[in-house]
């Protein structure tokens, strides 16, 4: 099946629209044309909704999940063209991220992970290159220790690497001192720390914090930045393990896809893609939903999964709190561009480069290797103001090319465009300063019969697919814990 979302471009077809993808759902709904009343309405087949969803079938409830888009998967799925996956959006996972190691252990799927990197032939090594002239070619040992070094002068604000700072993660400001750098952008940072860096480690710590946040230094927040930090135990190796190492051979949408089976087994799950909201209107004994086609469904509890960029396109009636609705109006920064190219030369499979700041894509690793031989590189971009992929093909070939002149003989890209998805205006969740420490509780916050899980607002791996599986879980726990003893809601529509 295809997909609508995504595009896939070669010199003989073209510009495509649309991608091949086993996450697209066939028949797209199992409704019937009788209404129906639900204990439970999950808003999003994201990760968040897929978990929420599977729990609360498992436990017995009555569910309806409603997805905008034609597949499940959310800001996390991967293509199938050619027999090889790549990833239009999350894409890393470990085993030290609690609950999606919990899932991949629970689906037999251990096996299941490859690393990203293979650094045992080709030309083996990291470029730099900082103006479009000339490049520094380096070691991945020597690119390790530029990394390693300009990391540790940013992230050393209590001479022990953020430990003391942020000594429990999953306790963001257990600490009451560390909210105030909540209150600074990483451009702050680098003022603070800029006699310190060389040229080389200035413009690897700069293109690393943008692959982070994909925004703006300016824009992007320092405390953001150091939980990521504390989470991949406060040194550079775990980050590299924990952000960029293992993904799935077969793409997330073999994971993803588990968890949508496992709920329609029991018998609890209706589903209903291409199905936008419109409105959400909580009565107080039950919730009415409306769709943007006009469908209208009631259910007792409703969980939504709407990213943060795009909860302020739905009507709320009660309408959102003062500081979530601000929140939603502010939004999150990232604008990432994400761009695979398939290259003809093997030799690439062990490359790994940074183009910064002249580029339009500054981050790319040698990330696989595709049935037909060629290297799969995947190439980011700090803010999509810059680039358009599907706007300006050529231009998006031409910033691949620059990565490594004379190196990149493109056959294919693929990419999605999260700055112009509708349902997500974005990527990635990474916050400006002074968004956490204001607005991450309320966010969490239930308001009536509405839960509201997202990645977006976890309190661990916010942003990350294991994020996503906390909120769902944390969710799902709460509509089973006061629904499970009670019947679907009775009403008229």
């Not at 293992?246 to 709920?263: C, D, L, N, T, V």
């Not at 502010?330 to 183009?355: F, L, P, Y």
Request: net charge negative; charged share 20%; aromatic share 10%.
């Amino acid at each position: 099946m295809t997909s609508r979302d995504g595009f896939q471009w070669t010199a003989e077809t073209g510009l495509i629209q649309g991608v091949p993808s086993i996450g697209v759902i066939s028949p797209p709904t199992n409704l019937s044309s009788e209404p129906s009343q639900y204990d439970v309405i999950v808003m999003g087949a994201g990760y968040s909704g897929l978990t929420a969803a599977r729990d609360a079938c498992i436990a017995g409830l009555k569910v309806l999940l409603l997805e905008a888009r034609d597949r499940i998967g959310g800001r996390s799925w991967s293509s199938d063209i050619g027999g090889y996956p790549f990833e239009m959006g999350g894409t890393w996972v470990h085993w030290g991220q609690p609950h999606v190691w919990r899932e991949i252990s629970r689906y037999g799927m251990c096996g299941e992970l490859e690393e990203s990197f293979d650094f045992s032939r080709g030309v083996n090594c990291f470029e730099l290159r900082t103006d479009q002239k000339e490049s520094s070619v380096m070691s991945h040992e020597q690119e390790d220790a530029l990394l390693e070094a300009a990391l540790h002068k940013f992230v050393d604000v209590d001479g022990d690497l953020a430990r003391r700072t942020i000594p429990q993660p999953h306790e963001s400001f257990h600490v009451p001192e560390s909210r105030k750098y909540d209150q600074m952008s990483a451009q702050d940072r680098l003022d603070q720390i800029e006699d310190s860096l060389t040229p080389h480690e200035r413009a690897a710590l700069e293109s690393f914090v943008l692959l982070c946040s994909c925004g703006t230094l300016e824009t992007t927040s320092f405390f953001e930045f150091l939980h990521w930090w504390a989470l991949s135990g406060y040194s550079y190796r775990g980050c590299m393990d924990y952000l960029i190492s293992y993904k799935f051979k077969r793409g997330q949408s073999s994971f993803a896809i588990r968890f949508f089976r496992e709920a329609l087994a029991t018998g609890n799950l209706s589903y209903a893609f291409n199905s936008p909201i419109r409105a959400v209107e909580d009565q107080g004994v039950k919730v009415l939903i409306t769709t943007r086609q006009g469908q209208r469904h009631v259910g007792a509890r409703l969980i939504s999964t709407i990213p943060l960029n795009v909860l302020n396109t739905v009507s709320f009636s009660p309408a959102l709190d003062t500081q979530r609705l601000a929140a939603a109006n502010t939004g999150h920064v990232n604008q990432c561009v994400k761009v695979h190219a398939e290259v003809s030369s093997r030799d690439m499979r062990s490359w790994t480069g940074i183009s910064y700041p002249f580029n339009k894509l500054c981050y790319a690793i040698g990330d696989g290797t595709t049935p037909a031989g060629n290297t799969h590189i995947v190439c980011f971009g700090g803010n999509a103001n810059h680039i358009q992929p599907e706007e300006d093909v050529a231009q998006t070939k031409a910033a691949v090319e620059s990565l490594s002149p004379g190196n990149m003989d493109v056959k294919r890209l693929v990419f999605h465009n999260w700055s112009k998805d509708e349902f997500a205006k974005g990527a990635w969740f990474f916050s400006p300063p002074k968004m956490l420490s204001t607005s991450l509780e309320a966010l969490r916050a239930r308001q009536g019969n509405v839960l509201f899980a997202n990645s977006d607002w976890a309190v661990g791996w916010r942003s990350f697919i294991d994020g996503a599986i906390e909120e769902g879980t944390r969710a799902a726990m709460t509509v089973v814990g006061e629904l499970r003893a009670r019947p679907a809601v009775r009403g008229r529509l």
